[in-house]
């Protein structure tokens, strides 16, 4: 049985050639931590970023340099771009104009009136989308005075936001509501579910290094998830922006909502361990990152017990003295020097890739 609760319906929207929310396969995206400005650097960690898997990326916008990188940016990604934007609504006029796929700004911070007609007619003007993220950080000065930084505020503030867009017949909005602590993220989506059939992008916001971090966005995205909110989602992550798509996926993986890549499955050694098993796991990691091919593959430190365990994996090699074996489905395959473990492992995962392609090509 599944523990993930049916999908709360939504309207869709489209960012670029992704769809967002109804039944659109929940989408992982990131962030770039480079200057928007510095073209060569920007386009380096986004490409790096689709390699691993992203789908979609923002990049911030704080002047006018950073919203006209945009277009020369674009001509070498192939992922939907969002410009984010804080307060000057000029700025997204220009990121609009550069080519930007969506915008991520709050009416609510922009002012007058007149200047959120003119960002909503833009953005109907491009078809771009505006994401309202409302962020427990920077609330409505009015609102925090008399909600504090609660949840309830995340949600009054959101709706506020929601409405000014509607007002002007704009409906191509997704939310987020971020905290940085797991409750009040978790609280605000479920408040806000019953109220909007707006599509959320989920995460939590200045959640921490790297174990603060996946430990508060697997418990955090993944509660979210197993209760059927969210269409987007994005983990937040004071390191390289690669690490936060690969835990996004594995939060989708472990929730059983969408596989990318390989599954890697190892043991945590005891003392019947006679290889350097954590130095291979991490190498085999690596590798896999960036093989799109959906196999389990299992790292084992003992002959003893590992291809009995692991037996459910396609493919694994396990620990002897010196020497290591290959085995497929908990069968052993042969006997391989332990420094030649690896690359036996990666080459014969790409044989078994290659011939399943060639399989269902002539099955297609
Ligand atoms: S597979 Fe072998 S080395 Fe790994 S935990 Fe099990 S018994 Fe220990």
Redesign the pocket.
């Known amino acids: 049985m599944s523990l993930v609760q049916e999908r709360r319906p939504t309207r869709q929207i489209c960012i670029g050639n992704v769809n967002i929310g109804s039944k659109a396969p929940i989408s992982v995206q990131s962030m770039t931590n480079t200057q928007t400005q510095d073209v060569a650097a920007t386009v380096s960690q986004i490409l790096a970023l689709e390699r691993a898997g992203c789908e979609i990326i923002r990049v911030a916008v704080p002047d006018m340099d950073a919203a006209k990188a945009i277009e020369k940016i674009k001509q070498h990604i192939s992922i939907p771009l969002i410009a984010d934007i804080h307060f000057d609504f000029r700025l997204a006029l220009a990121s609009a104009a550069a080519g930007a796929d969506a915008l991520r700004i709050n009416p609510g911070n922009i002012g007058e009136a007149e200047k959120i007609k003119a960002v909503v007619a833009c953005a109907r003007e491009h078809h771009i989308p505006i994401r309202i993220g409302v962020n427990a950080g920077s609330l409505e000065r009015e609102i925090e005075h008399r909600l504090g930084t609660t949840a309830e505020a995340m949600v009054e503030s959101a709706l506020g936001n929601i409405k000014i867009l509607e007002d002007l017949d704009f409906h191509d909005i997704k939310v987020s509501l971020k905290a940085s602590d797991v409750s009040r993220t978790v609280k605000a989506y479920q408040l806000l579910a019953s109220k909007t059939d707006v599509p959320f992008h989920v995460g939590v916001t200045e959640a921490g290094g790297l174990y603060a971090g996946i430990t508060k966005s697997a418990i955090g995205i993944g509660m979210l998830l197993a209760q059927g909110l969210g269409d987007t989602l994005r983990v937040s992550l004071t390191r390289d922006p690669v690490e936060e798509i690969r835990t996004g996926y594995e939060i989708l993986r472990a929730l059983g909502i969408r596989n990318r890549g390989p599954e890697l499955i190892s043991?945590?050694?005891?003392g019947?361990?006679k290889i350097d098993l954590f130095k291979i796991a991490e190498q085999v990691e690596k590798s896999l990152l960036e093989r799109s091919s959906q196999i389990k593959v299992a790292i084992?430190?003992?002959m003893?017990?590992?291809p009995g365990?692991a037996k459910e994996a396609d493919i694994g090699i396990a620990g002897g003295d010196g020497k290591g074996i290959l085995f497929k489905r908990g069968r052993v395959i042969r006997k391989i020097d332990q420094d030649k473990l690896v690359d036996q492992l990666l080459s014969e995962i790409d044989n078994m890739t290659k011939n399943s392609e060639e399989l269902n090509g002539k099955k297609g």
């Open positions: 043991c945590p050694t005891c019947r361990c084992m430190g003992c003893v017990n590992g365990e």
